[in-house]
Structures are given as C-alpha cells and as structure tokens.
C-alpha cells in the first residue's frame, strides 16, 4: 500500500458525518465570537476612553455634543455603508432563520462592530449585547457557507453563533443558550442544542482568556433575611410588570410617531436623541453608555434610594430616545440597567421602611434585573438564569421566579405583544413569536374524534392513539376515510372514529354542505348515530 | 489545525486552511489589542489612583473617593485601589458603600488583618459590638502584609479598648497578655499593659511583668511604681513599701506613689500578721483594727448602728425599770457586742484575745454590707489588712 493510499484512507477515516462537523462547526464560531466580543468590547472602552474620558474635567460641557455626534456618525455608516446592519440584532438574527436559511451577510458583522462601537461607547445609552449576538451570527453563517452546509443545517447555524455571541457579552454561558433557546428559536434538537451549548462555552472561554474571569457585575453576597421579603420581592415583581409594559408601549407609540416624520429626518433624530443623553448625562452622568459602571457603583451601595430611582427612569428616557431614535445599539444592558436601579430604590424603600429585617438595598437590585428582563423580553427562563449566573448565589433563585414570576405574567396580561415581535411589526417584518410558538398547543387526534358510546373490537388495518398530533392523522385520513383510534392500554380496544370532517371541524374549517358541512353542526366528541 | 481543518472542510481543504489562518490571525490581533488595552487601563487606573492618594493627603477625602473609584474602573481587582476607596469612605462616614467594598476584598482575601481590621471599625461605628469584635478578632489573628505588622499592634489595642467599654474583664486580660507577648521593648506600653492587668485583677501576671520590666529597665519609675501596686494586691506590704520608696528615690515629685507609700506604711503600722511581732504589739494592732471597724460602721451609717455606741460600754447602761423583756439579740447585734466586749475586756491570753478581734473584725466587715449598704470602706488600710487576714 502506498503512502497515498494510506494517506487517503486515513482521510476517509477522519471525515466526519454532518453533525459531528456542525458539532465541531460550533466550537470554532464560539471561538471566533469570542474574540471578536473581545474586540467590540475593547473598542467601545476605547472609545469612551477618547472621548467622554478625556473630556471630564473642565471640558464637561463637551458632553452634551459627544453622544449626538457618535449617534450622526453611526447612522451614516448604517445608512450609507452597511444598510444590512440595520435593527436591533435579534430579529435580523431571527429572519436569517426564517426567511433566508441562515443568511447573514457578512458586512453586517463589520457594520454592526463599527457603528455600534461608536454609538455606545460615545454615551448613547444603549447596549452591546444585542449587537454581539448579531455578530455571533454573522460570525456562524460566513463559516457556514465557507464550509458548504446543507439548506437544512444553515437554518441551524444562525442561533449557534448568536448564543456565542451573547454568552461571551454577558460573559454568561447559561443564559446565552437558553435566550436562544428560548427566544430566538422555538424548536430544537440535541444537535441544536448540543452546538449551541458548545458555542456558548467555547466563546465564554475566549473570552475570559483575554479580558479575565471577572464577572460583569461584582455582586456582594445575598442572603434571604426573613420570610416576609419575599412580599417585597413579589411587589418589584408587579411594580416590574406594570412599568415594562409601559415602557414597551411607549416605544412602540414613540416609534409609531417619528416613523411618520419624513425620511431625511432619520439622520438627524439620533443625533436628536444623543444630545438629549448628553443634556441629562450633564447631571447624571451614569446614565451614559451600557451603564454597568454605574450599576457595579449601585451595588456597591454608592447612591441612595432616591438617586437610584432618578437614574432609573431618566436611564429609561434617554434610552427611549436613542433606541426610538434609531441609533446602532442593544436594550439588554439598559433594561438591566432600569430593572436593577428601581429594584435597588425599592430595596432601599424596603429596607427603611419594611417592620421585618430586609436585605440591603443591592440584593433587590439583581432581582430588579431580572424582572425587567422578563417584563420586556418575556424570556422568563433567561431571565432567572440570568440574575442566578451574574450573582453566583443559589439563595437568589427564589425571589427571583417569584418576581419575575409575577412581572412575565403580569406584562404579558397587558402587553400580550413581547418586544422583539413589536420591533418586528415596526420594522415590517413577519417574524413568528417564540413566545407564541410555545403558546401554541398543537391539536390531538383526542381532540377531533367521536367517540364510541361502547368499547368495540378493532379492526386489522391502520389505527390511531388518541394522543397523536392531528397532523399525522390526516396523511392516514388521505388512504382511508375514517380511522378508528384505540386505547394506549388495551390497543384491542376502539375508543373512538376519526373522519376528515372531524379534523376540520377540530381545525374551525367551515365546509359548506356534504356530509362533513352537515357533522360540522354536531359536537366532535358527540357519539355517530 | 491542518488535520482538523481538513476533517471540518471535509473535501474543502482551501476551506479549512483559510479559517485556520484567520483563527491564528485572529489571535494575534485579539491577543495584541487586549494586551495594549490591559496596559492602558493599568495606566490609567494608577493615574487616577496616586491623584487620589494626593487628594487624601491634601484632606479632599471627596475628591480622592472619585479618583479611587475612576481607578478601580480600569482595575477592579486591585485591591490597594480598593482599600484605599474604602479607607477614604469609612473616613467621609459613607459606611454602606465602604461595608461593599470591603466584603468583595473579604470574598477574596478573608483572613487579611487590614480588611477585618477596616470591617470591625466601620462594625464599631454602626454600634454592632459584638460584630466588631469578631473581626477585630479576626483582624488580630489574621495575617498582615509585610510592613503592615505596627497596625497589627494598634489593631489590638482597640480590640481591648472595645473590650473595656463592653466590660468583659476577662477577655481584656486574654488581649492584654497577647500584647505583652508581642509588645515591643518599650517600657511604657508594657507599663501600660501592667496596670491595665492590674486594674482587671490579674495581680500575678502584672506582678511578673513589672518584675520583667524592673529588671530591665532598673531606671524606669513607671516600673518601680506599678511593681509596688501589684506587691500591695497581693499583699506583700513590706516588698510593696520597699519599690514604692525606689519610685520615690528615682522621681520624688511623684504624688501618686508618695500617696501609695504612705498607703503601704499605714498598712504595715496596722498588720498584725506581720512576722516578728511581740504578742502585745499583735494585740494592740489587733484592737485598733476592730476599733476601726466599729467606727467605719458608725461612720458609714450612723442611723443603722446606734447600738455600737452603747453595746461598747455595755455596763452603764441600766435597762429601765418596768420594761419589756427585751428580745433575744439578732446575730448582727450579737456581734457588735461580742465586739464591745472584747475591746473592754482585760485579757491574760493576748495571742488568744488578738485573735478573736481579728475574727470579731473580720466577720464585721464582712457584714458590713448589711451596715453600709452601697458604701464603699474609706479607711482603705484597713480594708487591705482585713483581706489580708481573711486570706
């Protein structure tokens, strides 16, 4: 044998089926995400470092000009260079799923990097996270396409690189799996998963090799005082629940209102929105940029109750003008922001106020966070993992499924449109709801049979269980015009007919006349003469 | 990364080969731009840090707080930054904000001496004693930085000033014999130390210490002087007499030893214990001491204990005709006359008769309580003689 042969056996050992390579797909785009979160993270603090770090002093009325010229200059490479890189990250991320198998050019990651770098880290008050996510899958489908996926597995390899991407910004692997889990895609796979998970990890793990294991918050040790603080934590929850559908709508209004301006306006509204964080930033400087400085100073108990509640709603208007304004940005780290400064202003309240011994004011900040988070985002599994991953402490957990808890429902009740669905209508796209999609409760063969008034006999033939989903029940219903469906326990025994009249009354499709027009009258489940 | 670019591409090699050289690139881009960023925060971190170090020395602890805190945004792990913050917040009373700090320095570094020491004052400000305790425990016992080890020192001498305030003897004299262990050689804290022993009743161990101290510092007054009280606690009157007039000779403008001299002499004129005494100079002193009881007793409460006046002289007193019986005398009374009868009696057995005053004088003053309630003796050779007898 020569060595050729042997070298080509060898290569035909090693090649690996499509899983395992999107398995190992998945570690490299963690890996790539990673560094370049590194990156995006270390532009926007240089950024900021050049721009509103050496204007402090004697040069602080400059702020007021900084964020409007960052938002200008941002919106000028979005809108003249890099159009793709439009909108907020997750839809896009969603629609390369939905809609163009995967597919998401690869400027958008350069567009994305660039503007969002200069928006944010000149103090417009928005986040990076959003943006890292979109890169993540940016990042995924350029490799993608580079190693000639099939149609289905692309689909795939979008929610790979946008949980990398998220999970290396939040330096939170958890929660970067179970956001785009939870969010961005609605069904998955053990593969799906699998890669997922492995992205997450591998980028977390870049990450940390370059900008170190601190985590983004430096959280001081939480403990449950007494039993009546869960009261307190179960009132930011409602507090939470009716401030972010609040706040949503007024997004979706604000929005609604400048998207009826003329177009030329679209360039000069950040700038409008800019200015206006530079004019609050002039008092309140913390309200600037992501904002974790301020939100690591507030655990730190730097400010009292009533600064927390300043920074808090005046973070959530300066954020309503950048974000309404359509400046490049994310809305994970200002909603972390406003959730965990009004949580922290009613720990404060709580813990002046409140008969039982309370926790001090910063343990109710984490729990504000993730109540806002899943007030708006209405990922209410992210947002548990989330508060549970940035604080390390297992004693959170329990106000915070309480809390947030109580805000997902309360907000949904509302507001039943969750955010990202909302910026979808607003941008024009028809994107499913993940939320919907788990709403959505597929219908059973149970549901649409007759049932028999007494047990008979089977047949010999084809036959249905009362729990399989209708949708298999029509292609035997294309053989056969009724089917009998048999119990799980006793498969001997009929339980009930199935008819393609029955499914569609099951469905609500009216059929006028026939036969089935005339069964559609009468009550599936009522017994065939 | 040939093989697995290959495995990965599959037939596409080119593929794999590219990814591999970006990924390397990647790297190095990735490696070289943190690394600059990581020195530039460094920078930074430092610059803010020593402006805040100069504003603290100027007296703007405001100032240098926000310096402090600018600093630790380039470099949170620094726990000098940190400290310093912590330092300048405890003195500006922002105690939440300084507890916060320091429990992310405590989360990292628990057993550091300078951290609990930092805790227990801002605990003790906040008036959570028993708190402040533990760390300033915690802070003596833990370890210090290198050229850190003075404030170790000092770190106890709170402790045991906490201690006092909280009056838990006990526990004083434990830190007080920990500092005498390490304290250095300077003869006036270990002085300090002797008398705060003595205070707390731990005679022997200031008694060794002074001793110590005489030894090696035979000029030192303090030392003389301290040996001498502890002499007089423990009842050696006569060493006690002999280091008050060393004090005496090396300082004699001293009132408080001169007053404690002529303590430890009226307590040696009035000793009947003393060794080498005659059996009437036994008795004689014998009799003053129960005299002296009877009129502190009288003294102290004159409406309570009439009746020494009269049980003394037992004889002139006629009861009137037609009176009452009397009752039968209490055990108070009783001895207040055993004691009136022993001071008029002539007696022919003197060591006998100078004992049974010194009883009836010593079961006196114990009563005295009962005499005198909540009035502390004023004739306090006395006093020390009684003890000295009860022993």
Redesign the interface.
């Known amino acids: 044998m020569t060595n050729a042969t042997k070298w080509r056996e060898w290569r035909h050992q090693l090649t690996l089926s499509e899983t395992q390579r999107f398995l190992l797909l998945a570690l490299l785009i963690g890996i790539f995400s990673g560094l370049l979160v590194v990156c995006f993270h270390i532009c926007i603090d240089w950024v900021s470092w050049s721009t509103l770090g050496a204007l402090s002093g004697r040069f602080r009325l400059v702020r007021l000009f900084v964020p409007a010229l960052g938002a200008t200059v941002a919106i000028l490479l979005v809108a003249k260079v890099f159009p793709r890189a439009q909108g907020s990250g997750v839809n896009q991320t969603k629609a390369a799923i939905y809609t163009s198998n995967g597919y998401v050019p690869s400027s958008t990651i350069v567009g994305k990097f660039l503007s969002c770098a200069i928006s944010i880290g000149m103090g417009n008050s928005l986040g990076p996270e959003d943006p890292s996510l979109q890169m993540g899958a940016g990042i995924a489908s350029r490799l993608g396409r580079l190693f000639s996926l099939e149609r289905s597995t692309m689909r795939l390899i979008a929610p790979v690189g946008a949980a990398a991407g998220i999970a290396a910004a939040f330096n939170t692997p958890i929660t970067g799996v179970l956001f785009v889990m939870e969010e961005v895609l609605a069904d998955w796979s053990a593969t799906t998963v699998g890669s997922i998970v492995l992205a997450a990890v591998s980028s977390v793990v870049t990450m940390r090799t370059f900008l170190g294991n601190a985590p983004l918050f430096r959280i001081p040790p939480f403990q449950l005082t007494h039993a009546s603080e869960l009261l307190i934590y179960a009132a930011i929850g409602v507090v939470g629940g009716l401030l972010s559908p609040l706040f949503l709508w007024s997004i979706r209004e604000t929005r609604k209102r400048l998207d009826e301006l003329p177009h030329w306006t679209r360039y000069g509204l950040p700038a409008v929105g800019g200015f206006l964080t530079g004019v609050v930033g002039l008092w309140f400087p913390q309200v600037m940029g992501a904002g974790y400085d301020a939100i690591n100073a507030a655990l730190h108990g730097q400010f009292t109750w009533q600064v927390l509640i300043y920074l808090g709603l005046l973070k959530l208007l300066v954020t309503l003008f950048c974000f309404t304004a359509g400046t490049p940005g994310g809305m994970f780290a200002p909603v972390l922001f406003i959730g965990g400064m009004l949580g922290g202003a009613f720990g404060g309240l709580a813990h002046n106020w409140w008969p039982f011994p309370a926790a001090s004011a910063e343990a109710y900040m984490m729990v504000g966070m993730g109540v806002f988070f899943a007030g708006i985002f209405r990922s209410p599994i992210t947002s548990i993992f989330l508060v549970f991953e940035l604080s390390a402490s297992y004693v959170i957990i329990l106000p915070v499924m309480i809390a947030n808890t109580t805000a997902y429902l309360l907000s949904r009740r509302i507001m039943p449109t969750p955010f990202f669905k909302m910026l979808a209508q607003l941008e024009g796209l028809a994107l499913p709801s993940a939320e919907e999609k788990r709403n959505f409760q597929p219908l059973h063969v149970e549901d649409a049979m007759h049932a028999v008034s007494s047990p008979m006999t089977s047949e010999p033939g084809m036959r249905l269980f009362p729990d399989e989903p209708l949708d298999a029940a029509l292609r035997l219903l294309a053989v056969r015009p009724r089917i009998q469906v048999v119990s799980r326990i006793h498969p001997d025994e009929v339980i009930g007919t199935l008819s393609l009249a029955d499914v569609h009354h099951a469905y609500g499709i009216q059929d006028e006349g026939g036969e089935s027009g005339d069964k559609l009258r009468q009550s599936p489940r009522s017994t065939p003469a | 990364m040939g093989?697995?670019s290959?495995?990965?591409?599959?037939n596409?090699f080119r593929?794999?080969v590219?990814?591999t050289a970006v990924?390397v690139v990647?790297?190095v881009?990735?490696?070289f731009?943190?690394s600059a960023?990581h020195r530039?925060g460094i920078a930074?971190g430092h610059r803010h840090y020593e402006i805040g170090q100069a504003l603290q020395r100027a007296g703007n602890l405001e100032g240098a707080a926000e310096e402090y805190?600018k600093a630790l945004?380039f470099l949170?792990?620094e726990p000098d930054y940190r400290f310093s913050l912590c330092v300048a917040l405890v003195e500006l009373g922002?105690l939440?904000?300084a507890?916060?700090?320091l429990?992310?320095l405590l989360?990292v570094d628990p057993t550091n001496g300078l951290f609990n020491l930092m805790m227990a004052r801002i605990d003790e400000r906040r008036h959570k004693t028993s708190q402040a305790i533990d760390d300033f425990q915690r802070a003596v016992y833990g370890y210090w930085p290198r050229g850190k080890l003075q404030q170790r020192h000092a770190a106890r001498w709170e402790l045991v000033s906490l201690l006092q305030q909280q009056n838990r003897p006990n526990a004083v004299i434990g830190e007080l014999l920990q500092l005498y262990a390490n304290a250095p050689d300077d003869p006036e804290e270990k002085s300090k130390i002797g008398f705060l022993l003595l205070h707390y009743g731990a005679t022997s161990d200031a008694l060794n210490l002074f001793r110590e101290l005489v030894r090696d510092h035979p000029r030192y007054v303090e030392a003389y002087h301290g040996l001498g009280q502890a002499q007089l606690n423990s009842g050696d009157y006569l060493s006690a007499r002999r280091d008050f007039q060393r004090a005496a000779h090396l300082d004699p403008s001293d009132h408080d030893n001169l007053k404690l001299l002529a303590l430890a002499n009226s307590v040696l004129e009035l000793d009947p214990s003393l060794p080498r005494l005659r059996a009437s100079a036994r008795l004689r002193r014998s009799h003053s001491i129960l005299a002296r009881v009877l009129r502190d007793l009288a003294a102290c409460n004159a409406a309570n204990v009439p009746q020494t006046a009269s049980v003394a002289k037992p004889a002139n007193n006629a009861e009137p005709a037609g009176s009452v019986a009397p009752s039968p005398p209490s055990p108070l009374q009783q001895q207040l006359n055993n004691a009136a009868t022993l001071l008029n009696a002539k007696p022919t057995d003197l060591d006998q008769a100078a004992l049974d005053m010194q009883d009836t004088a010593g079961q006196l003053w114990k009563d005295r309580s009962a005499f005198c309630p909540g009035k502390t003796p004023q004739d306090r050779p006395l006093e020390l003689v009684l003890s000295r007898i009860a022993q």
């Not at chain 2, 290959?6 to 599959?10: E, I, Q, R, Y």
């Open positions: 093989s697995l290959t495995v990965l591409a599959g596409n593929a794999g590219s990814v990924l990647a790297f881009v990735t490696g731009l943190s960023y530039a930074r805190r945004l949170p792990d922002k939440d904000e507890q916060s700090h429990q992310d989360a």
